[in-house]
């Protein structure tokens, strides 16, 4: 994984991804946001399984690599990528997955190296299909994103995930 962070792909994340923004709830906890460039965005082997009915999935994780205790909520911010780290057209959808159930917005507390879950999935029958070759993982829908590897058909571009979660979602 890497942190990639231009003028192109900043304005690539909000435009391509702009469905896929997060949401904030209102911040009432006494324990501090956290600041963009300390949650690092990946995908897991964990939730791998998830195939069936030409739908596909996979876990993200969000990891507080900060030195403090902070909060967030929301969905993350989600850009798909060619092999050559051009934009391709995105669409992202917020609730439950194929996979699994949304917990809905709600305030996640992360200690330092403590992570966060959000379920991922997309379909790939071949319609209109844009072949990824990497993902961008904004974890609050800011400009600071990580980009990692996704070499994957996704039909139309369109993505849908869960919102992130301490917990890892349940998948079927």
């Given at each position: 994984m890497r942190l990639l962070m231009t003028a192109a792909a900043a304005a690539s994340a909000v435009v391509l991804a702009g469905a896929g923004v997060a949401t904030a709830a209102t911040?009432?906890?006494?324990?501090?946001?956290c600041q963009?460039?300390?949650?690092?965005?990946?995908l897991t082997t964990d939730g791998?399984?998830?195939?069936?009915m030409n739908h596909q999935g996979t876990l993200m994780r969000l990891t507080n690599s900060g030195k403090t205790t902070c909060t967030f909520s929301g969905y993350a911010g989600l850009a798909l990528e060619t092999s050559q780290h051009a934009a391709l057209q995105?669409?992202?959808?917020?609730?439950?997955t194929y996979f699994a159930a949304d917990p809905g917005v709600h305030t996640v507390t992360l200690k330092p190296g403590a992570s966060a879950w959000a379920d991922l999935a997309w379909t790939h029958i071949g319609e209109n299909t844009a072949n990824a070759g990497y993902l961008q993982i904004s974890p609050t829908g800011s400009n600071s994103h990580a980009t990692v590897a996704f070499a994957q058909p996704v039909d139309n571009g369109a993505l849908t995930e869960t919102a992130w979660s301490s917990t890892k979602p349940e998948v079927s």
């Open positions: 911040h009432t906890s006494t324990v501090p946001l963009p460039g300390t949650l690092v965005g990946s791998t399984h998830q195939e069936g995105t669409t992202v959808t917020h609730g439950s």
